[in-house]
């Protein structure tokens, strides 16, 4: 497997014995639909334009002036077809947008909902098949009246596989209203908190942890049988190691350790940390939530030299 999914491990949660509208405003902005594709000619009219389908859509119903306001990008992909996540895995290429808003006007960060670990012979990717919502945030400036139209648009491009890739560009549009829309719910798993999932991450000098059940100290509860299971970001400087360490089962708790490897010459200029998804499966293979870690490295070293382990929960 190549480092840039090494990381990618999975962990069966072992426990003595135990088996992881668009409506009103919405109608502003024009759903990008393909033409319908039939007979001979289909493969021919195959676009990464005609395969995903793309529009800008309100996550909630008003807006107020310097207060955050959820957005999406709405991505309706072919069957049989995918996108990928930030970080594609063996192949592939991330989601690219460009905002184009009014001045004054700030976006905010994007959030990807859990992504399919998707497997073919050969290599394992991480992305999206069907439909798939970025959200993020739109912030009016707070010193002057919102404006009765606020125009919206994103400049997107995308790499969508099957069999072959092939790349897609589109720009997409909408118009918002101050108040009276209607909040489109995406369908997606979002990331929370580890504390939420009953889980605890830590890094140490070289490796990261991810610690279930009572050595957690967590309110939450990972259901017995379950599988955790890390997915890395693109994390320059810094890979996962090829090998996972067995579950390390103590009682009722539960241990993955993904060992670490740090470059900072390959850091390309970016701060070294350790990042990426915690995603929980339950037994029936039904998601059952995830969480963001991330952990600086290069920390002030201990008397003994060894780096202090730093903990997220």
Sequence with gaps: MSTALVGLVSLAMSFAGEGPARASTLAAATLQSPPPISGRAAAAEVTGETLVQTDIVPLAAAMEPGKPFPIGVRYKVAPKWHLYWRNPGESGAPLGIEWVV???F???????????????????????????VLRTTLTPPADRPLPDLISVEAKLDWLVCSNKCL??????????????MTPFAPSGEYPTT?????LVAMVNDDSL??????LSSSPGSVSRGSSIRFVPD????VTYGATVPPAVVVGDATELTIPLTVKPQNALGEPLRAAGLVIITLPD???AGCAEIAFPLGLPQTPSGATPAKEQR
Excluded: D, F, N
């Excluded at 942890?209 to 009572?214: E, S």
């Design 102 to 104: 009014p001045e004054g």
């Design 106 to 132: 700030k976006v905010g960060q994007l959030e990807y909902p859990r992504p399919l670990i998707i497997e073919h012979p050969g290599e394992v990717t991480i992305g999206y098949e069907s439909e798939l």
């Design 167 to 180: 790349m897609g560009r589109r720009t997409s549009k909408v118009t918002l209203t101050k108040s009276g």
């Design 194 to 198: 580890l504390e939420k999932l009953g």
């Design 209 to 214: 942890i991810i610690r279930a059940g009572a």
């Design 234 to 237: 693109l994390t320059p400087g």
């Design 285 to 287: 293979g039904k998601p």
